[in-house]
Each structure stands twice: as C-alpha cells, then as structure tokens.
T-cell receptor, first 115, second 109 residues
Framework: EAGVAQSPRYKIIEKRQSVAFWCNPISGHATLYWYQQILGQGPKLLIQFQNNGVVDDSQLPKDRFSAERLKGVDSTLKIQPAKLEDSAVYLC?????????????FGQGTRLTVV | GNSVTQMEGPVTLSEEAFLTINCTYTATGYPSLFWYVQYPGEGLQLLLKATKADDKGSNKGFEATYRKETTSFHLEKGSVQVSDSAVYFCASSWGKLQFGAGTQVVVTP
C-alpha cells in the first residue's frame, strides 16, 4: 500500500514570496491533516479535512495560509506571503478515521526555509 | 481542549539501560493516546497506542499504559539499543490529534 506522498521535499524561498505544498493521502482515507513542525517542537495542527470539508482550522494563520482539498483526495497548502518564522517542516497525514482511535499516517514532510 | 505534556530531552543513556519517558494529558473526555517515533531522517510513525483506560499498548519492546487516574501514558522500555535513538512524541486524540513537544533519546554503545 502506498504511503502519504508529499512534494516538494525541500523548498527555499525569500520572505514575502509565495509557496505551495502538495499532499496525496493514502487511497481511501477520508481524513487529511496538515501540521507545522518547527525545529525542536512537536507538530502543530494547522488544518484538518474530512473528505473535502474543513473540520478544524483554528490554528491556521488565515491571513497568509490557505489550504484546499478539492474532490476530497489530494490537498495543497499555500503560504502567501511567507515570513521568516514560517521556516519549518510541513507534514501531511491521513487516516481512515471513523472514531478518534484511528492512527494517522504521515508523509516525509516538506522542509521550508524562508530567508 | 486537549493537550499533551511530555518530559524534556535529550535523554542520554547507555545500551541495555531502562528507558522511561513521561507523558501526561488533559482532555475534556477520554482521548485515545499514542506514541509516535521519528528516527533520524525519517517521517513520523506510530509506535503504539491505547484507546481506553487501563489499555496497554506495546511494540518493539516498548510499552505504555493508559492511566486515567493520573492522566498519564508513560513510555517504557526495559533494555534500549542504539537503534532506539530517535525523537519520541506523545499524542492524544479527542476530535483532533495533538502532539507533545517531543523527547530526544540518545543511546550510546
């Protein structure tokens, strides 16, 4: 079974530029998450989708971050304009959750460096 | 909402030593609890989980017991190996999956 795919693996941009990340979850997984992991910290949930609807985006900085999951399959996360503090690893995860005890499967992440 | 607190690292120990990483949670209900591990250069992967009070999760010699009375889910391993060097994350799920800050474990030969 293929895992969660993310691209690109690495990205370096200048501040105030825009960037987009792509995620393809495990086939059949209805729930998709985007996390931000700053160096030395635990992953912080940015947004959670159930199919193509947003379940939780309370920690998403909506003035600069946006995410969509068209057709309920793959997803993109965009930052515009980027700030230095956005430097982090952006993790995508998916789960086939019908209850809260279902594990989430993670992709390798995209390491973003804003200079 | 729910949150997770785990002990700070790094934790450095010798091969075959006993490992404990403390984790406590706060939640309005009874969340499912998880330990994830991140090996150097790799992504997050599930190590073990427990879904209700008194459940014990186990995998690869690691164990953790869901203690409702102390709201804890401490990770233990009786004899660590160099290959266990990684960052370990405690997580809880009550509507959304929340992670602790992570504990780096370094095992020396």
């Amino acid at each position: 079974e293929a895992g969660v795919a993310q691209s690109p693996r690495y990205k370096i941009i200048e501040k105030r530029q825009s960037v987009a990340f792509w995620c393809n979850p495990i086939s059949g997984h209805a729930t998709l998450y985007w996390y931000q992991q700053i160096l030395g910290q635990g992953p912080k949930l940015l947004i959670q989708f159930q199919n193509n609807g947003v379940v939780d985006d309370s920690q998403l900085p909506k003035d600069r971050f946006s995410a969509e999951r068209l057709k309920g399959v793959d997803s993109t996360l965009k930052i515009q304009p980027a700030k230095l503090e956005d430097s982090a690893v952006y993790l995508c995860a998916s789960s086939n959750r019908r209850t809260s005890n279902t594990e989430a499967f993670f992709g390798q992440g995209t390491r973003l460096t804003v200079v | 909402g729910n949150s997770v607190t785990q002990m700070e690292g790094p934790v450095t120990l010798s091969e075959e030593a006993f490992l404990t990483i403390n984790c406590t949670y706060t939640a309005t209900g009874y969340p499912s609890l998880f330990w994830y591990v991140q090996y150097p250069g790799e992504g997050l992967q599930l190590l073990l989980k427990a879904t209700k009070a008194d459940d014990k999760g186990s995998n690869k010699g690691f164990e953790a017991t869901y203690r409702k009375e102390t709201t804890s889910f401490h990770l233990e391993k009786g004899s660590v190996q160099v290959s266990d060097s990684a960052v370990y994350f405690c997580a809880s799920s009550w509507g959304k999956l929340q992670f602790g800050a992570g504990t780096q474990v370094v095992v020396t030969p």
